[in-house]
């Protein structure tokens, strides 16, 4: 009988031996059944995209002659001696700046104030979301509409409320065209800010505004130690969002301006495309565009390493 039991429980643990040992390969095959599709998609689509592009910033290419010179690392010394390319990265950064601070201010107080509607909320959060979905290539014309100098109603309305001095091509001069844009590109992501925020009030401790208004809290008290610190994470959702989308800004410059005049309104992905594809320099464009994602990878990461150390 002693036998027997001992046995049985050198069978259980050398099944318990055997179920430990086959854990890590159960797991690294549920890794590859969620990853794999896509490791498929990603590494043909993204990866190796990017590998060729770094690969033709070596050379310098027309696009269209069979031969490349190789230059090596020439290109990207170019782009560091390039006037026009720290005016585009200067406009990117403005870009940064006034897509955190305008629509996310915008969308606070749009979100604050849907919060205290009871009734049709939904059906004013959907009004305010529409810009969102529109093609920036028809809110690029429709902008530059309002911004046209002879017919465009913002110049008509300065005139009509005696502000004519301020009348001016909004697109054609090199001071105004570039926050010209950004105001429309504002407006298109304003929205989106607004039904985040609104999303995150719902979350709130309604017991919490209650007790610090018995205790005598003001309104923007309230709003300013309470509201905010609750919206942390969406704030920093939206902060990455508007990093991300102020460098990989093309579309709507390129309809509204073409990023001029004299380049004064060029950001690096509208300088990327006319090096490459106007002015035949395929390899500096390529050279551009592995800098661009250069920067928007470590402006990503380094707010996500903010965000893990808080």
């Not at 318990?16 to 990603?42: C, D, E, K, N, S």
């Not at 090596?72 to 990117?92: E, H, K, Q, T, V």
Request: hydrophobic content about 55%.
């Amino acid at each position: 009988m002693r036998q027997m039991t001992e046995r049985l429980d050198q069978q259980s643990a050398s099944a318990a031996r055997r179920r430990g040992g086959g854990r890590p390969l159960g797991t690294a095959i549920r890794y590859l059944i969620f990853l794999g599709p896509a490791a498929l998609l990603y590494v043909p689509f993204v990866l190796k995209p990017l590998i060729e592009t770094f690969g033709l910033s070596l050379f310098a290419w027309n696009g269209v002659s069979a031969e490349r010179t190789f230059v090596g690392l020439a290109n990207y010394a170019r782009a560091l001696g390039d006037p026009i390319f720290w005016i585009s990265l200067r406009n990117n950064l403005y870009w940064v700046v006034t897509s955190i601070v305008l629509p996310m201010a915008t969308g606070l107080v749009i979100a604050v104030l849907l919060s205290a509607v009871r009734r049709g909320q939904r059906i004013y959060a959907g009004i305010f979301f529409t810009p969102v979905v529109l093609n920036l290539i028809i809110v690029g014309l429709v902008w530059g509409i309002i911004y046209n100098p002879l017919i465009g109603p913002l110049n008509r309305l300065l005139r009509a409320v005696g502000l004519g001095s301020l009348a001016i091509g909004w697109l054609g001069d090199r001071y105004a065209a570039t926050p010209a844009i950004m105001v429309a590109g504002a407006w298109t992501f304003f929205g989106f800010c607004a039904v985040i925020f609104l999303q995150g009030l719902r979350t709130l401790d309604r017991e919490q505004i209650e007790a610090a208004t018995i205790d005598g809290a003001g309104p923007f008290r309230r709003f300013r130690k309470i509201i905010v610190p609750a919206l942390s994470d969406q704030v920093t959702l939206l902060i990455v969002m508007s990093i991300i989308g102020s460098f990989k800004v093309f579309d709507i410059v390129y309809v509204m301006t073409k990023g001029g005049p004299d380049h004064a309104s060029e950001v690096i992905a509208t300088y990327m495309y006319w090096q490459s594809f106007m002015n035949g320099s395929l390899g500096y464009g390529a050279a551009l565009a592995v800098m661009l994602t250069a920067v928007v990878a470590g402006a990503s990461l380094a707010m996500m390493a903010l965000r893990e150390r808080d």
